[in-house]
T-cell receptor, first 113, second 111 residues
Framework: ELKVEQNPLFLSMQEGKNYTIYCNYS?????LYWYRQDPGKSLESLFV?????AEKQEGRLMASLDTKARLSTLHITAAVHDLSATYFC?????????????FGKGTKLSVKP | DAGITQSPRYKITETGRQVTLMCHQT?????MFWYRQDLGHGLRLIYY???????DKGEVPDGYVVSRSKTENFPLTLESATRSQTSVYFC??????????FGSGTRLTVV
């Protein structure tokens, strides 16, 4: 079964704290994508990770990929209220006739003062 | 305008009617996807396409039909709408290496 497990699904954290969101996927893939979604809005691309060991940073967010463990992490450093949103990871599945993108259920992050 | 556009943004339809949701992208991306987003289910893949005239079923294709005669368009048709198809529908396009951009979504209500 193709699946992506994100945890936690809900995360309430205080401003200034650090935390990590985990994304485990079920089958071999070398491409992992992170998205952000604000309430009532579309999905915004955050990171595209294309190989084992890839790491990317943007502001207070850093994403990494371990293809052997089928694990990606999204690390939040010194959280601020503006980071409150739902974060999704997705992996490229090469099964079938063509690649397709499989999403996790999302992690709803709430950053409180 | 450059980008990916979905239409309509909002749609209310009656059970049993046929509805078509439009998706248009201006980048000539090869890959296009249709997802539905429901509370508790996250994003579920309905159909996808790697190129014009090549489409494939995703996780929840029943009740939906797609076509892709031109690279830039990927319409999604609900052949006979049911209440369970009330959802927010997102179209996306992109490349494996560059990532995927999502449209602004269509909120569909079937009454």
């Amino acid at each position: 079964e193709l699946k992506v497990e994100q945890n936690p699904l809900f995360l309430s954290m205080q401003e200034g704290k650090n935390y990590t969101i985990y994304c485990n996927y079920s089958t071999t893939s070398d491409r992992l994508y992170w998205y952000r979604q604000d309430p009532g809005k579309s999905l915004e691309s955050l990171f595209v990770l294309l190989s084992n060991g890839a790491e990317k940073q943007e502001g207070r967010l850093m994403a990494s990929l371990d293809t052997k463990a089928r694990l990606s992490t999204l690390h939040i450093t010194a959280a601020v209220h503006d980071l409150s949103a739902t974060y999704f990871c997705a992996f490229m599945n090469y099964g079938g006739s063509q690649g397709n993108l499989i999403f996790g259920k999302g992690t709803k992050l709430s950053v409180k003062p | 305008d450059a980008g990916i556009t979905q239409s309509p943004r909002y749609k209310i339809t009656e059970t049993g009617r046929q509805v078509t949701l439009m998706c248009h992208q201006t980048w000539s991306h090869s890959y296009m996807f249709w997802y539905r987003q429901d509370l508790g289910h996250g994003l579920r893949l309905i159909y996808y396409s790697a190129a014009a005239d090549i489409t494939d079923k995703g996780e929840v294709p029943d009740g939906y039909v797609v076509s892709r005669s031109k690279t830039e368009n990927f319409p999604l048709t609900l052949e006979s709408a049911t209440r369970s198809q009330t959802s927010v529908y997102f179209c996306a396009s992109g490349t494996m290496n560059g990532g995927y951009t999502f449209g602004s979504g269509t909120r569909l209500t079937v009454v």
